[in-house]
């Protein structure tokens, strides 16, 4: 069963890590580059970003103004562990996402201009499973008491797809599923 939503987010680490050949649909999918390795090839990078344009795929890069302004990016990604109130001095037309895990956290991406803010944890994930977790029922009333900005993030794998049915946001964001288990879920989103 496909799941409709306004946008859905990936989160990447490396380019390799998604086959945009997949993609059909257009102005969908945001594809957020976080790569933590500062050797990072250019070229390679500039192919992709003309790629997504070709796909109408919005591309950001996280943390990294020079590197999104240097692949004409559509937009800038601040993680959760961004935490500057210094103005961005931006020269394109950036779009801002952020992300957050706790309400403080939210008033601060919108603080920093975040145009749609990830929350995250909205189910159990693997890497914390101690951590608290939002759930469905928390996340759609946070999404009404904060904003209608926020797109849940985490712990969303294709065994729990169908339950972002009754999450009242415009999309969802997937990290680690992109890569464990890319042809999947991209079945279920494309």
């Known amino acids: 069963m496909f799941i409709i939503k306004k946008r859905y987010y990936l989160i990447i680490q490396n380019i390799k ?4 050949i997949k993609i059909k649909k257009h102005n ?34 996280a943390n990294d103004i020079k590197l999104a302004s240097l692949l004409n990016a559509d937009g800038l990604y601040l993680s959760a562990y961004n935490k500057s109130l210094k103005p961005l001095h931006l020269k394109n037309k950036f779009e801002i996402i952020g992300s957050a895990h706790n309400l403080k956290e939210i008033y601060l991406k919108q603080k920093q201009g975040c145009n749609q803010i990830l929350l995250s944890k909205l189910f159990i994930v693997d890497y914390k499973i101690t951590d608290q977790t939002l759930g ?19 712990g969303i794998k294709s065994s729990n797809l169908n339950k972002l049915k009754v999450v009242n946001s415009s999309g969802f964001a997937l990290f680690s599923e992109v890569k464990k288990k890319p042809a999947k879920i991209f079945s279920r989103l494309f």
């Open 17 to 20: 890590d998604i086959n945009l």
């Open 136 to 154: 469905i029922v928390k996340f759609n009333k946070l999404l009404m008491q904060i904003s209608n900005k926020l797109i849940p993030l985490g």
């Open 28 to 61: 969908k999918f945001v594809i957020i580059y976080r790569n933590f390795d500062k050797k990072q090839n250019i070229a390679e990078l500039q192919n992709f970003r003309t790629e997504c344009r070709a796909k109408f795929v919005k591309f950001f890069v």
